[in-house]
């Protein structure tokens, strides 16, 4: 069975281990590879929203953050940012 990924709602990363916000509403302390967000840190800890975040890794041209894990040879930053903000503009 193949285990079900989660998409980051900061930049569109989809192979997120864990959902960011359990049904209870707790982060997943995962740590986005795409754009560093760590969920039930960065929001909860430090009082960054969504939005802040997403801004700032805009504006620091949207560089693959991780260190440990290599970015896909498919992942494009501007394809995956267009999957939230299309959500956003909902």
Do not use: N
């Not at 995962?30 to 939005?51: H, N």
């Not at 260190?67 to 999957?83: D, Q, Y």
């Amino acid at each position: 069975m193949k285990a079900k990924s989660h998409s980051c709602p900061i930049c569109g990363y989809a192979k997120l281990k864990e959902a960011p916000r359990s049904k209870s509403g707790g982060g997943s302390f995962e740590i986005c590879p795409a754009c560093g967000f760590q969920f039930g840190v960065s929001d909860d800890d430090d009082g960054i929203s969504d939005e802040e975040w997403r801004e700032d890794w805009i504006e620091r041209g949207m560089e693959w953050t991780s260190k440990g894990i290599p970015a896909p040879k498919t992942w494009k930053a501007e394809t995956s940012l267009a999957k939230v903000t299309k959500k956003a503009a909902k």
